[in-house]
């Protein structure tokens, strides 16, 4: 054991305190676990490295067939979107103005209408419903897309949290009447915890965003509002109820069965790569990535303790056990390199394999192997022949633990508060998600939301449970402006 | 029948002859199966429709494991590529330029430096390649992204085949050795054809550029060449050998086994969906699709022939057929929309639906069907027990007799000349490739392929057969120049 101790000394270790500097803690995480390169040339623009790909491409699957079970089908619109054509809806795309890129010139020549790089595509998406839209027999519409989305941050960047370029999957809807297009937001909420909860193993809540919080003309904008370890909340996911408020301006009309012409009532819904932010700021610890099984490049990771003259029956067992590994349909990879066996063990664990086997001469003899879970990085001791059964409660384990720490994580970081100073005090203390009684959630409550948050330091009105909000208690009063209150709000730090 | 003959009439029908229109023939298939919406509002960024992305979905799922099996990984590199960083590789990029689209400004900000967006990713992918490798134990790399890229085409535009837009994937890889780069690029080559042929069912031949036509940068540029029903060359793929042409000015280095500083040997491989518009003009007849088995969204249709109170035993039937096939884990739909059964033929022909069961009352009585092939429309009474096995054989059928058809086409398509005016007339007559000996394919051959484009109203030098050029017979001269030819040469129309 004194060789993987030495191991810890090795300039490559990982060992950043989660606790002490999470900001720096994450930076350092998604660089040296090859999740992110940020060295790209333009600010904001970055890499997404295999590792990071990986798990894109395991959320696209689980979504894919979400989103096939409610009816939509994926498609692909344009990156560009003509200024002409967003100046027709320019209540909606104000908000997003000040961070187009735009795109002024083809080859050698000057655009005389210029281009913006999508920042969403509700624009260009209802454009091309008006098309396609005749009669209810068109209808629901349901398309999803896969894409690159542009918006021109001047704030700091971080990496999938924040940045001028990312990847997401956004569904547009248009529907007959507003119950069908109020259930698809509702489906999509689901689908959407469904991934947080099962692929994901984070929890999330249901919030609806205050009025001046929602997306630029939708009716109700809710947010999938998961809690980090740092006390602040991620928006993981969005669903927008849109009412009629795009097809109006945009002339989405159809026949309905009555033969009179209506306009459609319509939804969008989205996640994007921040997911996988979210993903590595709730499991991670002080040596490196934690990831849920079946989100993991490499699930079972097996280290031969090599001493001279007895390698052979080690890596033969190494082998074989990859062998049965691979034929249970799990990633498996024996380290072989010329690194230390302590050195593997932080390499591992840094890249977040979910289990790790350990073979040396004395486990051949034994008939056994060692076995340690990511998570709990405890040593067992596992009978050759009970090996895979192993594996396989040990993964359902670690996605189980993974998935109950951050349910009491989210538990235990909701607190009731009634007065501002105590809001001060948790939002100061990062202690999570403040719940208060509010004045209210529409327009006239903007200006006590801003004096909670100038107030707190950064704390947000985030909004109210959806799909029931709370009721404040009887005679409670907003902490702001000590107007009676009606409802419940959450109050956060966010992402 | 009768009924069926009406639809005929349909406004609805389509009914084209790619004979004798095959351009126009293609234009209205791609509209009217809903594969692609030019009415997008930029010319040349068309929209995706779900019939097409379910095509290209199948295409990533394919090529997604052949890449896994070479030992590639997915990645994504930013959709922008700062000016000052092409000038670096102006060799390179100097062919791009007439067709970059520009980013100038982000939000209100006027940018110092303006943005390519990619028209491919050789640059900004090498960029990080030169952060990334340092010794011959990060060799080989090799990435792969799928991603949209825009080149600024001032020529028609056409769905598929050119557009200003584009979704494709392009493998970026870097090797210690030349020999490794070269396998790779034939390992490429034949994830390639193996799509072509098991997915598309197009068969190809690689053809090895001449040095004026190669890939900016490349060494040796070798294309997956197909040949469409109208005569003319599709390009359905191209893999680049790049040797050091981009790890010399961009200093992507290496400490080789010898702790020596280094060049790496580099590849590129890519397709795009211009395949989707091979697969519709390749197959496709005057009424529609023709897809392979696994490539139509709906695999088979299932049409109720409905008489007034007959309907329910027929409607049971056709429930019964349906969850047979979908247990198969073949996609199935009962057309129950209130068209005359001759619509809902035409319309599921138009479609590409592989296999159409008609189910009468007669046939419930009967205890059988009527199974329709797509391709060659032919009915054919099925008993009930036997329609599982049928549908498979009969899917294996299709696909089998599009390759088959496809395969004599490029096998007739090929016709030897040796002389200028023989080429002029087989190029005329659209009568597909034709092979003759020529000066040459270095640079020295460039003027006699230009005389010879003229010439024969736009037959290209498409260049060698690859891996093994056929030799020119001796005493063979080239047509143009008259001196002394080596090799033969395929020369076509091109898209």
New interface residues.
């Given amino acids: 054991m004194a060789k993987e101790e030495s191991g810890k000394s090795d300039k490559d270790l990982f060992n950043m305190s989660k606790e002490e500097s999470f900001s720096e803690w994450y930076l350092e995480l998604v660089r040296r676990a090859k999740l992110v ?1 940020q ?4 600010k904001g ?6 590792n ?3 798990i ?2 395991k959320i696209q699957g689980f979504l894919n067939s979400e989103f096939a079970a409610m009816g939509a ?10 200024e002409s ?1 967003l100046e027709e809806e320019a209540e909606h795309f104000e908000g997003f ?13 000057s655009l005389e209408n210029r ?1 913006a ?1 999508r920042p969403t595509s509700e624009t ?1 998406i209802n ?2 419903f008006a ?2 839209i005749r009669s209810y027999q068109d209808l629901p519409l349901q ?1 999803n897309q896969w ?2 989305v ?1 918006r ?1 941050e ?1 704030k700091m960047t971080k990496p999938f949290l924040r940045g ?2 990312f ?1 997401w999957q956004e569904g547009h809807t248009a529907w007959a009447t507003p119950d069908g297009a109020k259930k698809n937001v509702d489906d999509a909420l689901k689908a959407y915890r469904r991934l947080l909860t099962e692929v994901l193993k984070i929890p999330c809540m249901f919030i609806k965003r205050p009025e001046w919080d929602k997306f630029a003309g939708a009716e109700d904008t809710i947010s999938l509002e998961t809690l980090m370890p740092d006390g602040k909340v991620l928006q993981a996911g969005t669903a927008h109820n849109l009412g009629q408020n795009f097809s109006k301006p945009l002339n989405i009309e159809f026949l309905n069965d009555k033969n009179e012409k209506e306009f459609v009532y319509q939804t969008s819904w989205g996640v994007s790569t921040r997911l996988i932010g979210g993903l590595v700021m709730s499991h991670g610890d002080d040596h490196g990535l934690i990831l849920p099984f079946n989100l993991a490049p490499t699930q079972v990771v097996i280290i031969p303790i090599l001493f001279k003259g007895k390698e052979k029956p080690v890596l033969e067992k190494c082998g074989k056990i990859k062998q049965e590994v691979e034929e249970m349909g799990c990633s498996c990879v024996i380290d072989e390199s010329d690194s230390r066996p302590g050195e593997k063990h932080y390499y591992w664990e840094l890249n977040g394999a979910p289990l790790r086997i350990e073979v040396g001469p004395r486990d051949v003899e034994k008939k056994n192997v060692v076995l340690v879970r990511r998570d709990t990085a405890k040593k067992v001791v596992v009978k050759d022949k009970d090996l895979m059964d192993s594996i396989v409660s040990e993964a359902g384990a670690l996605d189980k633990a993974l998935y109950n720490k951050a349910k009491k994580l989210l538990k235990s970081g909701i607190q009731d508060a009634t007065k501002k100073e105590e809001v001060k005090e948790l939002i100061e203390a990062r202690a999570g998600i403040v719940k208060i009684p509010f004045c209210s959630t529409g327009k006239d409550g903007e200006a006590c939301a801003e004096e909670l948050k100038e107030y707190t330091g950064g704390g947000e009105v985030r909004g109210t449970l959806y799909p029931r909000p709370e009721a404040a208690p009887k005679g409670a009063k907003c902490p702001i402006c000590g107007k009676a209150a009606k409802e419940l709000v959450y109050v956060a730090k966010a992402y």
């Fill in positions: 390169d060295r790209a040339p333009t623009f970055d890499v997404l490295m295999p990071a790909m990986f894109w491409e089908r994926n498609a692909y619109f344009p990156l560009v979107i003509p054509l103005i000040p961070e187009v890129a735009w795109v002024t010139h083809g080859g050698e020549t281009l790089i260009i454009y091309m098309y396609w398309v894409c690159n542009v021109w001047t001028r370029e990847l």
